[in-house]
């Protein structure tokens, strides 16, 4: 099995998780939380109460974490490819894949990342909740002191299970939203770029931020019920089910409520994916 894939795939998602964060805690905030009118109120209440470090709280864990999820996605999905169609990552310009063997490979890619996933995302989404300034002497002092206090919290209040909470729903969310994601990537990339040749720079990024718009557009309803779900535990609050919460966001505040946070995700989206294949392109090409 390659292993440029995995090593390319580590260094592209770290680069593009440290771009990304701050959209991301305003996504996870306006999809947990009713207090905000919007996307720059929020902004605007973090920064007031929090500074700019409040944009990047959680960050610290998923450094490590995102990048091995996301090196556990791009490995496995072009490890799969070289499975499906005995072709690798070289010579697939002279050799395209179908796009059935690209949306089976990034929906398998989806599937094992999503387990991979689950409990570091739980543990970023708890942190990205904590609305408290940083700890001062005498201030109110935050629910989780850090990522491994959070683990510790969530271990002894809810159980072992407490750290898998809302993976069934992130194993639905990524499987299909992946294979979408891949395929829009290379569907773009073949578009502009003729046959046989490497895709430019420009083609990449282009493609890239697209993929990644097409993927949340896909994937924010599902997204939603995965973030209320991690944080049913904190609020006391059960669902029984993907289901039931779905039910329950629906009749308490509206359909509209599957939809909250595309815009911010959109936002993020193009830059940060932009960023993670152009980077991963140069370093397969490099090595």
Known sequence: MPVEEFVAGWISGALGLILGHPFDTIKVRLQSQNKYRGILDCAVQTY????????????????????IVNSVLFGIYSNVLLVLTSTTHQERRSQ???YTNVFIAGCTGGFVQAYFLAPFDLVKVR???????????????????????CVSSILRKEGPQGLLRGSGTLMLRDT??????????????????PKGQNP???TVL????????????????LDVIKCRMQMAGLKGQVYHGVLD????SARQEGPGVFF??????????FPVNAVTFLSYEYLLRCW
């Open 48 to 67: 007031q109460h929090e500074s700019i470090l409040g944009f990047f709280k959680g960050m610290s864990f998923p450094i490590v974490s995102i990048a």
């Open 96 to 98: 395209p894949p179908s």
């Open 127 to 149: 942190l990205q909740n904590q609305t408290e300034p940083r700890a001062q002497l005498g201030s109110l002092q935050p629910r989780y002191r850090g990522p491994l206090h």
């Open 176 to 193: 299909p939203t992946l294979g979408i994601y891949f395929v829009t990537y290379e569907w773009l990339c073949r578009q502009y770029t």
């Open 200 to 202: 430019s720079s420009a």
């Open 206 to 221: 282009v493609a890239g931020g697209c993929a990644g718009i097409a993927s949340w557009v896909a994937a924010t309803p």
């Open 245 to 248: 919460c779905m039910v329950s």
């Open 260 to 269: 909250r946070g595309l815009t911010i995700n959109s936002a993020r989206a």
